[in-house]
């Protein structure tokens, strides 16, 4: 059983493209994030969603949009990509409270964009 | 200036011989979590430590949380190839849903 899942796990596109990312948990977690892993591994928070509602925005071009059409799902469309879009991007999901530290992170999609 | 210092960035040892990887900062953590990350794959969490002075085992690997819940470390016993991966340390300084990472350390692991 696949706890958190991530939609697709490799996306090639061209700058200027608009591309969609979606993710899906079954945990029956009620938050859900965005992180960008760059070429260095460093892993940082871009939003996170706590049923439905957005609770955490980084600084991140507004370009990106995330998306949770329920509790269960939280997608990442990118306009305009550009090549510094290029990263692997991480859904997460958690326990909202005590526990919410103890993320449970999808495959990733890696996005190069050319 | 990043919230959580790992040491080191990169560690190559061989098979059988231990390891310590350090996690350290200048703030106050109610919890702080450690993540192993393997290739291809998204971090998977191994521990948390909740308590100052706190240690936790998992098998070969030792978790130990500061006193005053500052730095974490992560000792690997008698390493073995299945224990290479990159080794993420995690925590919120605050009771917020934002959760920092370290830069990680890649661990190798020589037969």
């Known amino acids: 059983d696949t706890a958190v899942s991530q939609t697709p796990k490799y996306l090639v596109t061209q700058m200027g493209n608009d591309k969609s990312i979606k993710c899906e948990q079954n945990?029956?977690?009620?938050?859900m994030y965005w992180y960008k892993q760059d070429s260095k591994k460093f892993l940082k928070i871009m939003f996170s969603?706590?049923?439905?509602?957005?609770?955490i925005n980084e600084t991140v071009p507004n370009r990106f949009s995330p998306k949770s059409p329920d509790k269960a799902h939280l997608n990442l469309h990118i306009n305009s990509l550009e090549l510094g879009d290029s990263a692997v991007y991480f859904c997460?999901?958690?326990?909202?409270?005590?526990?919410?530290?103890?993320?449970?992170f999808g495959p990733g999609t890696r996005l190069t964009v050319l | 200036t990043q919230l959580l210092e790992q040491s080191p960035q990169f560690l190559s040892i061989q098979e059988g011989e231990n390891l310590t990887v350090y996690c350290n900062s200048s703030s106050v953590f109610s919890s702080l979590q450690w993540y192993r990350q393997e290739p291809g794959e998204g971090p998977v969490l191994l521990v948390t430590?909740?308590?100052?002075?706190e240690v936790k085992k998992l098998k070969r690997l030792t978790f130990q949380f500061g006193d005053a819940r500052k730095d974490s470390s992560l000792h690997i016993t008698a390493a073995q190839p299945g224990d290479t991966g990159l080794y993420l340390c995690?925590?919120?300084?605050?009771?917020?849903?934002?959760?920092?990472f370290g830069a990680g350390t890649t661990v190798t692991v020589r037969a």
């Open positions: 945990l029956g977690h009620d938050t």
């Open positions: 969603y706590n049923n439905k509602e957005l609770i």
């Open positions: 995690a925590g919120a300084p605050s009771d917020d849903y934002k959760l920092s």
């Open positions: 997460a999901s958690s326990p909202t409270s005590g526990r919410r530290n103890e993320q449970f």
């Open positions: 430590v909740v308590t100052g002075g």
